[in-house]
């Protein structure tokens, strides 16, 4: 059984016992989160318009991490101007331990 996920504006097929990198989530390490179910997939799937009822989605906090620096370098030929901007994106890894469905 899998089911389809909504979190930070992106949305993630999951499985039970899989392990994820998903956007940045405000929680501790080793908290547990849940997250609305768009989609519960398997012998008889279930699609929600547009959450599914009843269904639920528990995943536990392993870990933060960030991202491999991005290098954002714009030049302009023969005028002398550039501009070199990095950025790291933050993520968290989760472990999708149980998928409910109704």
């Known amino acids: ?13 999951v499985a039970a016992d ?6 940045k989530i405000e929680a501790e390490a080793g908290a ?15 699609i929600g318009a547009p959450l599914v009822e ?3 989605v528990a995943a536990e906090i392993v870990s933060h991490k960030r991202g491999d620096k991005i290098i954002a370098f714009k030049k302009r030929r023969r005028q002398n101007s550039r501009r070199k ?9 989760v472990r999708i331990t ?4 109704a």
């Open 18 to 23: 899989e392990v994820v990198t998903l956007g």
């Open 32 to 46: 547990t989160v849940t997250f609305p179910v768009l989609m519960l997939g398997g012998d008889s799937p279930k």
């Open 1 to 13: 059984m899998f089911a389809v996920i909504k979190t930070g504006g992106k949305q993630y097929r």
């Open 54 to 56: 009843g269904a639920e």
């Open 85 to 93: 901007i990095g950025h790291r994106q933050d993520f968290t890894v």
């Open 98 to 101: 149980s998928i409910t469905g």
